[in-house]
């Protein structure tokens, strides 16, 4: 698979600051949303405050940049959000998490005995009912899309994987990504209401890891698709119809998918500078 530049190995001068401004940010803009939910603190919140979250990753990646011996903003964003990469991760990227939607429409229709409701398919009561299916789908790429995968994807996986193999690397992003989403369980309904289903979705989120780990390096780096599946994903999962069935479907297929692809990956050969 070709590869494209990467950023220098992560250093703990770097890593440090970029899981403290990744972490900090996100973690302070969701406290009054915590804090509210848990204890009725009657804190002003700003509209779409848990949305504003999702950049902290993209604050700690800016930060480690600047930083003495950072690889610098030009470079990182040269690759990161580069368009010279084979178009078909493009088509991967955006076909996949679809096609996982199909298979949870067809499963939610089975269980259930009707079908989603298209007025309302994909759509969360987190954003303002006037907003429609594409609307929605431009806040979550702009949103968790950009804002997280600046950092995990753009940032994190490539300079681990300077050290470590492709699923090393993904494994070990998976537990930070974990761990930056625990305020959620406190104040958000779709984590509020996991349960021990919270273990159905760690081990998703780790498989996810590497799907987008391996679509990452496919796309010599770039985020793009990265930010493309992310974005029609958490549309599908985080939509208020997908807590019945879909979610659940979407998050097998994904464990599925992740297990298969650590199964070819382990067996190539692999170097510091490879795949």
């Not at 479907?249 to 500078?273: A, D, Q, Y």
Request: charge should be positive.
């Amino acid at each position: 698979m070709p590869t494209s530049a990467k950023p220098s190995g992560l250093s703990s001068a770097k890593l440090v600051p970029f899981l403290i401004v990744s972490f900090g940010f996100t973690w302070l803009c969701w406290l009054p949303l915590l804090l509210n939910k848990q204890f009725a603190a009657g804190l002003p919140v700003l509209p779409g405050q848990f949305y504003m979250g999702s950049f902290g990753p993209l604050l700690g990646t800016l930060c480690s940049l600047i930083l003495p011996g950072g690889d610098g903003f030009r470079r990182w964003f040269n690759t990161a959000f580069s368009v010279a990469f084979p178009k078909k991760w493009l088509v991967l990227s955006a076909g996949l998490p679809l096609a996982y939607g199909a298979v949870a429409v067809l499963v939610h229709t089975l269980v259930t005995g009707k079908a989603p409701d298209l007025h309302s398919f994909g759509l969360t009561s987190d954003l303002p009912p006037q907003f429609n299916l594409w609307t929605t789908s431009l806040v979550w790429m702009l949103t968790f899309g950009i804002g997280e995968e600046s950092g995990w994807r753009g940032y994190l996986l490539p300079a681990l994987h300077k050290r470590y193999s492709l699923n090393t690397s993904a494994l070990l992003v998976a537990l930070i990504w974990m761990a930056w989403h625990l305020p959620a369980f406190w104040f958000n309904e779709s984590y509020l209401g996991m349960g021990p289903g919270v273990i159905g979705w760690a081990i998703s989120l780790t498989y996810g890891s590497v799907v987008l780990a391996w679509i990452c390096a496919g796309s010599r780096w770039s985020i793009i698709p990265v930010i493309v599946w992310h974005g029609i994903f958490d549309l599908l999962t985080a939509s208020d119809q997908a807590a019945e069935v879909m979610a659940m479907v979407c998050s097998m297929l994904v464990i599925l998918h992740g297990i298969l692809l650590m199964r070819i990956l382990g067996r190539r050969h692999r170097t510091p500078n490879g795949i």
